[in-house]
Structures are given as C-alpha cells and as structure tokens.
C-alpha cells in the first residue's frame, strides 16, 4: 500500500497547489462573483487542505519559531490589506494558523517541561485563543477569526493525531459541525489527504504559497474597484 501511495498518491506541493487553487475560486466568488454559489462551495476544500499542511510543516521545520514568525508576519501584512480596503476586524486565515502553531508549540512545551507552570501557561494560552475566537466580538462588533476556535484547532487536532486522515477527518468534521452549511463540503478532502504520499515533491515552493495570498487578494480588490 505504502508503495503504491508513494507512486500514486498526491506531493505535498500537489495538495498546496490544490488548495491554492480552491482558495482562488472562492475568493472570485466572495469579491467578485457573489452571485454563484458553486464558486463558495469548491472554496470549501481550501482551509482543511491547508491545515493539515500547516501540522505537516509544524512536524517537518527546523526551525519552529521562524515558522510562527513567517506565518505571523504575513498575517499582519494581510491584516492591514484588509483593514484598508474592507476597514474591517475580520482577522484572515493566516491570523487563525498562527495560533494554531502557537498552540502546538505551546503544548510540546508543556508536555517537554512537565511542571504545573508550563501545564498551567499552556491552559491559559488556549483559554485565551478560545476568547479571541469566540467571545471578543461580543466586545468588538465586526471581529472575527476565519473559521473560530475549531478552524484554529484543525491543525493541532492533526499534528497531534499524528498527523493520521483519522485526525484530520475527525477535526474537519468538528469544523463542519460548528459552521455548518457549506463548510460541509469541505468533507471532501478527506479522501483527497488520503491520497497524501508524505513527500513534498520535487520543487520548494514555500515562498510561492507564502506571497500568494497576499498578492492574489491584492489583484482581486483592484478588479473590484476597476469594476
């Protein structure tokens, strides 16, 4: 089977691009074409892919803190995207995978340092994401985090699983029950991490999915203002 997987099955950099793909369909239906339904229900498949390649690389990094740094600095720049054109609170997907991260840090320290302080730190750190997902905007109207608590837990949910299409299907599924409506259809990526081979592929493409999103969100509000 594993032979089989590792000749058939899908590259990291092959779930990256079909999630980048996905991403992009979404957000021409959510910035430009509202209209069609269908171009929301494929985006679907974007965030789960995503998040299941966001525990990959948390496992794979030398380097855990220059990951949340590259993850968190690139949020912030989205952020003020956002905040120009949209002048929203809405806090961007990579806000959500940057606790995600820190969450997983957080919680490989505790169980390293095995004190009631690192147990206690590491318990006030989730509490504190859980407010943010999910209680601040009763204090803010208008702030959100992309996807709540159980988008920003997907990705602990896999790496501790270890990584597993168990994991991931369990946690994809808590995010469908706790949004409900179309995000059950990101159910269908299920089968598609199945086919995961666990090799990146030939190419680094990192920096490529890391600029893409800032730039295609750029492009997409200029197209709708040239509209």
């Not at 339904?37 to 966001?54: D, E, N, Q, S």
């Not at 609170?89 to 959500?96: H, K, M, S």
Request: glycine content about 8%.
């Amino acid at each position: 089977m594993n032979a089989i997987r590792s000749r058939f099955g899908l590259t990291g950099n092959q779930l990256k691009l079909l999630a980048m793909l996905t991403m992009t369909i979404d957000h021409i239906g959510a910035i430009l074409l509202p209209q069609y339904r269908f171009l929301r229900v494929i985006g679907r498949l974007a965030m789960p892919i995503y998040a299941y390649m966001i525990a990959e690389g948390c496992f794979y990094t030398h380097d855990r803190r220059a990951y949340f740094l590259r993850l968190a600095g690139l949020a912030a720049v989205c952020q003020v995207v956002y905040t120009l054109v949209d002048r929203s609170l809405y806090q961007c997907i990579l806000v959500t995978f940057s606790a995600s991260v820190a969450l997983i840090c957080a919680v490989e320290w505790a169980q390293k340092k095995r004190t009631p302080g690192a147990v206690l730190t590491t318990a006030v750190l989730f509490l504190g994401v859980y407010f943010v997902c999910e209680k601040l905007s009763l204090l803010l109207p208008g702030f959100h985090v992309d996807y709540g608590i159980w988008g920003v837990l997907l990705p602990v949910i896999v790496y501790f699983g270890g990584r597993d299409v168990v994991a991931f299907a369990l946690g994809t599924l808590l995010l469908c029950l706790s949004l409900g409506g179309l995000q059950w259809w990101a159910m269908l990526t299920v089968p598609l991490v199945a086919l995961y081979n666990g090799q990146r592929g030939k190419y680094r493409l990192g920096w490529v999915f890391y600029l893409y999103y800032p730039i295609h969100l750029v492009i997409l509000y200029a197209v709708s203002y040239l509209l």
